[in-house]
């Protein structure tokens, strides 16, 4: 049994494929033992990277895109996430579709735990020709300050992970009325990303770890894989309303998320598009760019 390291940056529903693999005992038929944590803070990813105690990071593709052509050299070498797992929630209900009724309001965004909530939404505004400077944004702080701050009336709106949507709304704090997983698009969003000079000598493994991934994904979408989904949501998410996870995962698994294992070119390349725009990076890296050497599959 060959072992493989990964530090994520979180515990999320949206890493579903990769706890199921290892639930459903996906990576140990193919001869690996994959020891995983979450890192927190998240940067904590890239500690472990350099000093060897993570052989793979899970993350946003954002991360790797940002480091192109610096002395960090990280490639990507597979997906978790083919859409955004993200909705904001608005405290009125009686809002417009789309995000022009955003204009003059105030919206959380958190960001300790990265830029993606802000930025990709930032960037669907831009490309509906909106400015999102219109908005009065409270970023950079922590999802639980934000929810707690908006459950006490800061905000007028608040860009959370599905589940924590989910939470909101079901406890009549406010309303999703904007869905990236609908209105986003495909988008590559987590992705598992190493060392560049690590590629080489973890191929092999590499090479069985996605693709239990895909298998994994296989079976959620098909519906196959149900009794290890509640095994898993009742191990990692021991405090939270199974029903509402449930439903969670059923929304993610149709709405796409889960749907390829590979990674799309033209969304790779609207998605460095966004960042560009945001100047968190100072020219679009293309997709050959930031697989680098792994040969990661890409579909066109």
């Known amino acids: 049994m060959d072992t493989l390291n990964v ?10 494929p990769e706890y199921v693999a290892d639930a459903g005992g996906l990576f140990a038929a193919r001869g690996l033992a994959v020891r995983a944590k979450a890192c927190d803070p998240w940067t904590g990813v890239l500690d472990d990277l350099d000093s060897g105690a ?3 990071a899970l993350g946003g593709l954002w991360v790797p895109a940002m480091y192109v052509g610096t002395p960090r050299q990280l490639d990507v070498v597979g997906q978790l996430n083919h859409r955004f797992p993200m909705g904001i929630v608005a405290r009125d209900s009686a809002v417009p579709s789309g995000l022009g009724w955003l204009a003059g309001r ?10 993606a ?15 999102p400077l219109a908005t009065r944004w409270v970023r950079d702080l922590s999802t639980a300050m934000l929810i707690e701050l908006f459950r006490a009336g800061l905000g007028d709106a608040i860009i959370l992970d599905l589940v924590s949507a989910m939470e909101l709304e079901a406890d009549g704090t406010g309303t999703i009325v904007f869905r990236h997983l609908a209105a986003g698009g495909v ?13 080489a000598g973890l191929s092999d493994r590499i090479a069985r ?9 296989r079976i959620i979408v098909s519906g196959e894989a149900e009794p290890v989904i509640d095994t898993v949501i009742a191990q990692r998410w021991p405090d939270k309303d199974p029903g509402l ?18 990674i799309d070119r033209g969304a790779s390349d609207r998605w460095m598009r966004i960042l560009a725009g945001g100047g968190l990076v100072s020219q679009a890296p293309t997709l050959e760019e930031l697989i680098g050497s792994s040969q990661v599959s890409v579909s066109s």
């Not at 996870?245 to 590979?262: I, K, Q, T, V």
């Open 54 to 56: 993570a052989d793979l």
């Open 187 to 199: 988008m590559p969003n987590s992705v598992y990303y190493c060392r560049t000079d690590q590629v």
């Open 7 to 16: 530090s994520a940056t979180g515990n999320g529903l949206n890493y579903l």
């Open 106 to 115: 105030t919206g959380l965004a958190p960001g300790a735990g990265g830029s």
């Open 209 to 217: 770890f996605t693709d239990a991934i895909a298998e994994a994904m």
């Open 245 to 262: 996870l449930r439903r969670a995962a059923d929304e993610m698994a149709e709405s796409g998320l889960w749907d390829s294992a590979l």
């Open 117 to 131: 909530p802000y930025e990709f939404t930032a960037g669907l505004i831009r490309e509906a020709g909106l400015d």
